[in-house]
């Protein structure tokens, strides 16, 4: 691994994992895991369930940013949904899983503009890790019937305590996962560049800034 990949792991990663084993509830073979994007947080909390044996469904805006998780076998071509084309993409999302019970885990970086949507996604008593919150104002009334009816969890999540970061690092180590980082990299004099790149919501995977 290199020294930029390794960069990646003690913020993005530790959520990423956290966001997949939130409190007791522990990543279980054969669960079926949403992320939301390819961001940094997002594309190693699909690598972690994939290498922890889960499957993986995806949000993208288009299929070139799907490239790395496609290529590495992380995402199967048909598990991905474009959010664009699909704005109301929990149902589509839905349709996906066996008999359109819905994900186990929802990788939520968003926030209340898609909130909604990911409580649709989501099978009874299931969970969504809320690791992000983008936006402050929701397309819907937050819908507390459909967390009620259907018994869901929602955590919020950021980083993690030495202990997770440690049991990161052994299922990764085992699995050689190795983060997915953008093609684009900045100097540090170019930081206000890379943060513009960032928002700018281009990119794919971590983005890299060489000091």
């Known amino acids: 691994m290199t020294y930029e990949e390794a960069a990646a792991l003690p913020c993005a990663g530790v959520t990423a994992w956290n966001a997949l084993n939130s409190g007791e509830r522990r990543l279980v073979p054969g669960s079926i895991v949403l992320v939301q994007g ?10 972690l369930a994939h ?25 199967h071509p048909g598990d991905w949904v474009n959010y664009r084309e ?10 996906l899983t066996p008999a359109g019970r819905g994900v186990d885990v929802v ?37 507390l019937h459909e967390v009620l009816m259907k ?11 030495r202990r997770d970061f440690e049991d990161m690092l052994q299922l990764m180590a085992v699995k050689e996962v ?11 004099p170019q930081l206000k560049e890379a943060y513009a790149y960032l ?13």
């Open 178 to 188: 190795h983060p997915i980082l953008d093609d684009k990299r900045f100097t540090l």
């Open 86 to 95: 699909n704005p109301h993409w929990g149902e589509a999302v839905r349709a």
């Open 199 to 211: 928002k700018s919501q281009k990119h794919s995977g971590k983005i890299v800034v060489t000091v």
């Open 151 to 161: 018994r869901l969890h929602i955590v919020g999540v950021h980083v993690g305590p």
């Open 38 to 47: 390819t961001g940094g947080v997002s594309s190693l909390a699909a690598q």
């Open 107 to 143: 990788v939520e970086v968003v926030g209340m503009s898609s909130i909604n949507e990911s409580l649709i996604a989501t099978r009874r008593r299931g969970v969504i890790s809320v690791v992000g919150h983008l936006d402050g104002t929701p397309k819907d009334p937050f819908s």
């Open 51 to 75: 290498a922890a044996g889960c499957r993986v469904i995806a949000l993208s805006s288009s299929a070139a940013k799907m490239t790395e998780l496609l290529r590495l076998g992380v995402v």
